[in-house]
């Protein structure tokens, strides 16, 4: 018996962290939750990294444009260079 159909190799499936915290209604207006999917850079962590549902990964690169465009969020963060 081949070690692939042990499940020795199979990995637990990660459920989308917005459903966890039920959070249902993704808003342009909630900038703390758009912050953590952005990297330094300002560009949108891929749902791989995020393990957020497709359907919400969707409704979040919507919200972030539509922030961006608002200039709710800046295209990329403050980076501090004193310390």
Known sequence: MSLVNQGVFSRKKKKCPLSIFDISEISYKNLKLLDKFLSER??????????????????????IK?????????PIKQIDVNN
């Open 42 to 63: 300002g560009k949108i962590y891929p749902t791989r990294v995020t393990y957020v549902s497709l359907q919400k990964q969707k409704a979040l690169a919507i919200a």
């Open 66 to 74: 539509r922030a961006r465009q608002l200039a709710l969020l800046s």
